[in-house]
């Protein structure tokens, strides 16, 4: 596995070794002592799925608390735009968002550490997304921030009037409004 610093500290992509042959392919994407040695040492707790349609946006999502959430992300079939926002409150890059392309095709993944909002746009239809999280779900430290956050500029690929997104995900505050949670 190659892993990438990002221009913000503690993000990094990975890029898992793909071998192929006449039958397929087969890649690792966890290795316990290889993440550790590139200083991803938390222990996850939980594996999440989802399945989305072209045009959901999902996010920017984060859960603080006793059980916040680091987030390994990949895409196991289709493709998104992912997104993470750092909010670390003593962070020099605070605020500063990042985007990256995640498909079956790449087979690139994303660390997205405590501190970070995370949110992603499906690109194409029966897209599956999965997450390995290091704390368990718990509504009562969820939290989020709009999709569309002026502050935030993040361009989304594609026209506002193609977006699916929840009711929950239109109601969220804006950056501004959540505080300092980490």
Not at 147 to 172: F, G, M, Q, T, V
Request: glycine share 8%.
């Amino acid at each position: 596995m190659n892993f990438i610093k990002t221009a913000i500290e503690g993000l990094l992509i990975i890029e898992p070794q793909i071998w192929k042959d006449s039958r397929g392919h087969f890649l690792e994407t966890y290795n316990e002592d290889t993440f550790k040695k590139n200083g991803i040492e938390e222990h996850f707790l939980q594996d999440n799925q989802s399945l989305s349609s072209k045009g959901t946006v999902r996010g920017l999502h984060a859960q603080a608390g006793p059980n916040a959430q680091g987030k390994l992300v990949r895409v196991i079939k289709g493709c998104v735009i992912d997104v993470a926002v750092d909010i670390r409150k003593n962070s020099s890059t605070y605020g500063q968002v990042f985007q990256i392309e995640l498909s079956e095709r790449n087979a690139k993944m994303l660390w997205i550490p405590v501190g970070f909002l995370h949110g992603f746009l499906s690109l194409e239809d029966n897209t599956i997304f999965s997450y390995k999280v290091t704390g368990k779900y718990d509504k009562t430290h969820e939290f989020g921030v709009r999709y569309n956050d002026p502050a935030l500029a993040i361009h989304w690929s594609l026209p506002e009037n193609e977006l699916i997104i929840s009711e929950k995900d239109r109601a969220l505050p804006l950056l501004k409004d959540i505080g300092q949670p980490f």
